[in-house]
């Protein structure tokens, strides 16, 4: 059985950003939300400005 992709909530959006900020690796953000680490690098590479990770834009 192959795996269901589900989008990322609203809330787990905000904690990649907040543990981001807080100096965590993508890796160790997907590992605390008990995600995949690509599903996290995706998020992050389509809403990134400069250097930051966009909540905010990524929930719109």
């Excluded at 992709?5 to 939300?33: C, N, P």
């Amino acid at each position: 059985m192959g795996h269901q992709y589900r989008q990322l909530t609203h809330e787990e959006r905000y904690q990649i950003g907040a543990l981001m900020e807080l100096g965590f690796s993508q890796a160790e953000v997907a590992r605390k939300l008990g995600r995949n680490r690509s599903t996290i690098s995706r998020e992050v590479r389509r809403n990134r400005q400069g250097t930051r990770y966009q909540a905010t834009k990524a929930q719109h």
